[in-house]
Nanobody, 122 residues
Framework: VQLQASGGGLVQAGGSLRLSCASS????????FAWFRQAPGKERTFVAA????????YYGDSVKGRFTISRDNAKNTVYLQMNSLKPEDTAVYRC????????????????WGQGTLVTVSS
């Protein structure tokens, strides 16, 4: 498994969760990463992305100011800190990786993890 997401679970609205994406892709530092999510019956949407150096970060409009993407190259892991969670954040969250840079487009990413479920109760 090249990308393994974890950290999902059940949380009340207003709460926080931190997702992790452990990557076996090497060299880790040369990959850009992103998080996407898909709610039941809905299309996949972009959540956040971070460039290979961590300098450039991008967020979907619905999560700006609440979510933070980061990376730890020493641990080969990307994180998604999710604060002020809302019921509409409920979805399966998947991490993705590309050696071509960061973007909001899912088609750009060659590598995908299986996802972790986040459920936010009202």
């Amino acid at each position: 498994v090249q990308l393994q997401a974890s950290g999902g679970g059940l949380v009340q609205a207003g709460g926080s969760l931190r997702l992790s994406c452990a990557s076996s892709l090497r060299p880790f530092s040369e990959y850009s990463f992103a998080w996407f999510r898909q709610a039941p019956g809905k299309e996949r949407t972009f959540v956040a992305a971070i460039s290979w150096r961590g300098v450039d970060v991008y967020y979907g409009d619905s999560v700006k100011g609440r979510f933070t993407i980061s990376r730890d190259n020493a641990k080969n892991t990307v994180y998604l800190q999710m604060n002020s969670l809302k019921p509409e954040d409920t979805a399966v969250y998947r991490c993705a990786a590309s050696d071509r840079g960061a973007t909001h487009s899912a088609d750009w990413y060659e590598h995908w993890g299986q996802g972790t479920l986040v459920t936010v109760s009202s």
